[in-house]
């Protein structure tokens, strides 16, 4: 196949480019290289025939238009968005734009293409979300498929709008549509703002580890490699307008997390050791949801796929990868915002 794939210089886009290269597809990588870009992240493939890129914004219609003619995908795979929470609470307007106008110009664009080569069946509209539209769960049960929104912050509810937009559009135009909504990813590549990068790295410069209340938030993990193999299955082989909860049926509290993975550098960097001794509890984030869980079943029953990275080995494979890969996340820590506590305007 073909795949446009969107914000595939991101943290998950660039696991689902590498992983299509390797499967023999051609793609099309389409970003705008914001602030948590890098195209450091696809460079093992930068030079690949089947591989093409086009710095672009998904809001700039024209531009969509051009990509679609010149390049004629046979699918879409969509996670171009703006991605972080504490982000989202500060600034909600570019969420909004990115996420929602941005999904809505991007559903435009590939339903005038799939209307222009004659409404193929198996042209494939894929758009990937999060759990965390689903609100916050108590100290039990899972999200699945069937499960009532409930967004709680401006990051969810826009990836919650752009759901309802793409749904919309499947019922409404008959857009061939596929969605799926995933727990926490983590791994190598991810962008040097979030927890368990933070973690990592201020642990090896011996800085502060902030913690969010009292760490008691617990997610589930998901290694993102075997995230990016789950989303091409459901690109591949998920039924038309269906949607697919993505879980790695690995449940930790933060706290549990931060202590897990400073464990693991006190063994391979025993001269900072112990890690766990800069844990430093802050001011919790506003609307910070309790706990997050997914109920996999579906993506099991009907396509075969489940994890196969338990988060223990993640953790060590995530731990070794930015040990030998201080050349990628150094000049990374100087963007905006990197290094800062964010959302604490509310």
Known sequence: MKILVTGGAGFIGSA???L????????????????????????????NPRYAFEKADI????????????HVPDAVMHLAAESHVDRSIDGPAAFMETNVTGTFHLLEAARDYWVSRGRPDDFRFHHVSTDEVFGSLGPTGHFTEDTAYDPRSPYSASKAASDHLVRAWGETYGLPVVLSNCSNNYGPYHFPEKLIPVVILNALHGAPIPV???????????????????????????????????????????IELVREICALL?????????????????????????????????IREELGWQPSVTLSEGLARTVDWYLAHEDWWRPLLTRGGVGERLGTRA
């Not at 809001?59 to 010149?70: E, G, H, Q």
């Not at 995230?227 to 039924?239: F, N, Q, W």
């Open 16 to 18: 689902v480019v590498r």
């Open 20 to 47: 299509a290269i390797a499967r023999g597809h051609e793609v099309v990588n389409l970003d705008a290289l914001t602030y948590a870009a890098c195209l450091a992240n696809v460079a093992e493939v930068a030079e």
């Open 59 to 70: 809001r700039d219609r024209a531009t969509l238009d051009r990509v679609f003619a010149a």
């Open 212 to 254: 969010y209340g009292a760490g008691a938030n617990v997610r589930d993990w998901l290694y993102v490699e075997d995230h990016a193999e789950a989303l091409l299955t459901v690109l591949m082989r998920g039924a038309q307008g269906r949607s697919y909860a993505i879980g790695g049926n690995n449940e930790r509290s933060n």
């Open 266 to 298: 006190d063994a391979r960097r025993p001269g900072g050791a112990p890690h766990a001794d800069l844990i430093t509890f802050v001011a919790d984030r506003p609307g910070h949801d309790l706990r997050y869980a997914i109920d996999a079943s579906r």
